[in-house]
T-cell receptor, first 114, second 114 residues
Framework: KQEVTQIPAALSVPEGENLVLNCSFT??????LQWFRQDPGKGLTSLLL?????REQTSGRLNASLDKSSGRSTLYIAASQPGDSATYLC?????????????FGKGTHLIIQP | DTGVSQNPRHKITKRGQNVTFRCDPI?????LYWYRQTLGQGPEFLTY????????KSRLLSDRFSAERPKGSFSTLEIQRTEQGDSAMYLC????????????FGPGTRLTVT
């Protein structure tokens, strides 16, 4: 079964700190990987997409890396702000077998303390 | 273009009733996906369309669930004979084919079955 695991499940840090969220997946045959942000009771906002041929993507204070061989991705958030407080979800688009839906982790609930 | 929209945003129904949700994707996107999310979990894939063709259905999509995308634009998801276990957030996403298939999500429809 193709699974996605996110560690830690929850994280609370003071404002201004740099932090890393981790995502691991069980099958290296992926098409791409997306990181999303979800605010309470809301839909998902796409943050970054990394294609299988790429090693990293950057958007503003966010940097996502991908290591297919080890089945890992990280989301690095620089200089965290209270507005970054949300749940961050990692999702894998596995390739082959008609599996065109995303497989999600359970998310990391992030709180940035002012 | 205002992104993916979903209606209604909230629906409360009694067990045994039928409900229908609507999703309007980003206008130029030819792929449309449905997901279900319960509290504390990541979204789970239900089904997706390429234009008007339904190409994949998850095992989660029981025979009480049916989805349509008759003209390749908006989509509807119907749940017949609702059960309390159907209470969840139903999320719609769209993407463009050919790839990289970055998925953009709507705000979701919160279903409560009493």
């Amino acid at each position: 079964k193709q699974e996605v695991t996110q560690i830690p499940a929850a994280l609370s840090v003071p404002e201004g700190e740099n932090l890393v969220l981790n995502c691991s997946f069980t099958d290296s045959a992926i098409y791409n990987l997306q990181w999303f942000r979800q605010d309470p009771g809301k839909g998902l906002t796409s943050l970054l997409l990394i294609q299988s041929s790429q090693r990293e993507q950057t958007s503003g204070r966010l940097n996502a890396s991908l290591d297919k061989s080890s089945g890992r991705s990280t989301l690095y958030i620089a200089a965290s702000q209270p507005g970054d407080s949300a749940t961050y979800l990692c999702a894998v688009h596995y390739s082959g077998g008609g599996a065109d839906g995303l497989t999600f982790g359970k998310g990391t609930h992030l709180i940035i303390q002012p | 273009d205002t992104g993916v929209s979903q209606n209604p945003r909230h629906k409360i129904t009694k067990r045994g009733q039928n409900v229908t949700f609507r999703c309007d994707p980003i206008s130029e996107h030819n792929r449309l996906y449905w997901y279900r999310q319960t509290l504390g979990q990541g979204p789970e894939f239900l089904t997706y369309f390429q234009n008007e063709a339904q190409l994949e259905k998850s095992r989660l999509l029981s025979d009480r669930f049916s989805a349509e995308r008759p003209k390749g634009s908006f989509s509807t998801l119907e749940i017949q004979r609702t059960e309390q276990g159907d209470s969840a957030m139903y999320l719609c996403a769209s993407s463009l084919d050919p790839g990289p298939y970055e998925q953009y999500f709507g705000p979701g429809t919160r279903l409560t079955v009493t």
